[in-house]
Every structure is written in structure tokens, then in C-alpha cells.
């Protein structure tokens, strides 16, 4: 999708060099944001090593919530909900058993979402259920979220999950689409 974005703005592919305007790749290390030069860009800034992944994105936003919620940060004038910006889950392998005592509570009607820690684009999301549960592996590191209950899901009034993806930059016009899911 991106490659096709960048083909329609004319830009072209080039595989080596230096003289290039944009680069859509990795994460680059600390030297190669250091030798960027003032037209190039990339997709990416410095230190962001945290919300680049998913799992790591969720170990920094529970670290903040702890950390808001101690005593001794009561004064500092943040909200206590300021990071409830993603509903709660389990960091897989580690919380792989948490995660599973809790699946099989409430016989078995949880429904979870499961997102591979480093893939990007939808690539490899999918819902797990009672169905499907001993499809989760064991050792893949992923993010998992409850996202509702069978046969409440179409009664209830709450909000299970809101996944809002998007891309940012200088768009001469840009167009947000959200979807709730109820």
C-alpha cells in the first residue's frame, strides 16, 4: 500500500546511494538519523523504539498507568485515565497462562483479539474463541485483548475494542475514517 502511494506521487525505487528523498524501511539506528540530511525523510523518529511494537507499546503504557497511579504522583495535575488509550491485555509468551485462566472463564464464551508484536498492516490479526483457542501459540511473541463475550456482545452497551489505524504526514488533503464496532 505505501509502495503504490509512493508510485503515484511519482516518486521511483532506488535500491543503493545516498541521494534519495524518502525511505520506508526498519527503524534506523541513532548514526543514521544523525546523517539524514535535510530533504530525507523516513518513516520513523528517533527513539520510538516503544511504540513501534505492540508488545512494547502495551509494557510502556502499563508502566505508565503504575507509575500515575502511585501515591507519590497523585500532585503532578494528569488525569489517572490519561493512558486508558488501549484496552487491557497480556503480552505473549510471558502471560500466556494469565491470559489462558482467564480464556477459559465464564465457559469459554471470552473473545480475544490476537496481534503479532511486530507485523504491521493487519498481517496476522484474528479473533480468537472457544473454537479456536489452541490455535494461540505458545511461543510467538503477540499482544492479546479481550474483546467482548459471545453472547452479550450484541445486547451490551459497552465499548470492547476501538483499533483506530492510520498514517500521518503533509497531505495536501486528507481524508479519517472511523469505524465503531458495537
Same mark, same amino acid.
Given at each position: 500500500?505505501?509502495?503504490?502511494?509512493?508510485?503515484?506521487?511519482? /516518486?521511483?525505487?532506488?535500491?543503493?546511494?545516498?541521494?534519495?528523498?524518502?525511505?520506508?524501511?526498519?527503524?534506523?539506528?541513532?548514526?543514521? /538519523?544523525?546523517?539524514?540530511?535535510?530533504?530525507?525523510?523516513?518513516?520513523?523518529?528517533?527513539?520510538?523504539?516503544?511504540?513501534?511494537?505492540?508488545?512494547?507499546?502495551?509494557?510502556?503504557?502499563?508502566?505508565?498507568?503504575?507509575?500515575?497511579?502511585?501515591?507519590?504522583?497523585?500532585?503532578?495535575?494528569?488525569?489517572?485515565?490519561?493512558?486508558?488509550?488501549?484496552?487491557?491485555?497480556?503480552?505473549?509468551?510471558?502471560?500466556?497462562?494469565?491470559?489462558?485462566?482467564?480464556?477459559?472463564e465464564n465457559n469459554g464464551r471470552n473473545v480475544f483479539?490476537?496481534?503479532?508484536?511486530?507485523?504491521?498492516?493487519?498481517?496476522?490479526?484474528?479473533?480468537?474463541?472457544?473454537?479456536?483457542?489452541?490455535?494461540?501459540?505458545?511461543?510467538?511473541?503477540?499482544?492479546?485483548?479481550?474483546?467482548?463475550?459471545?453472547r452479550e456482545r450484541a445486547t451490551s452497551k459497552a465499548?470492547?475494542?476501538?483499533?483506530?489505524?492510520?498514517?500521518?504526514?503533509?497531505?495536501?488533503?486528507?481524508?479519517?475514517?472511523?469505524?465503531?464496532?458495537?
Amino acid at each position: 500500500m505505501a509502495q503504490n502511494a509512493f508510485i503515484r506521487a511519482g /516518486f521511483r525505487r532506488k535500491i543503493s546511494g545516498v541521494q534519495w528523498n524518502c525511505s520506508w524501511a526498519k527503524h534506523p539506528t541513532t548514526a543514521g /538519523f544523525e546523517a539524514l540530511n535535510r530533504f530525507q525523510k523516513v518513516n520513523h523518529f528517533p527513539g520510538s523504539w516503544c511504540i513501534g511494537r505492540k508488545d512494547r507499546l502495551m509494557r510502556c503504557i502499563g508502566r505508565a498507568k503504575r507509575t500515575l497511579s502511585s501515591p507519590a504522583n497523585q500532585n503532578l495535575g494528569v488525569p489517572s485515565n490519561s493512558f486508558d488509550i488501549v484496552p487491557g491485555g497480556w503480552i505473549l509468551p510471558a502471560e500466556y497462562n494469565s491470559w489462558r485462566r482467564s480464556a477459559e472463564e465464564n465457559n469459554g464464551r471470552n473473545v480475544f483479539i490476537i496481534k503479532p508484536s511486530a507485523s504491521a498492516c493487519g498481517r496476522g490479526i484474528r479473533l480468537i474463541h472457544k473454537n479456536n483457542i489452541n490455535t494461540v501459540p505458545k511461543d510467538k511473541p503477540c499482544v492479546m485483548q479481550q474483546v467482548g463475550e459471545c453472547r452479550e456482545r450484541a445486547t451490551s452497551k459497552a465499548s470492547y475494542s476501538q483499533l483506530v489505524y492510520g498514517v500521518a504526514g503533509s497531505l495536501p488533503h486528507t481524508e479519517t475514517n472511523i469505524i465503531k464496532f458495537n
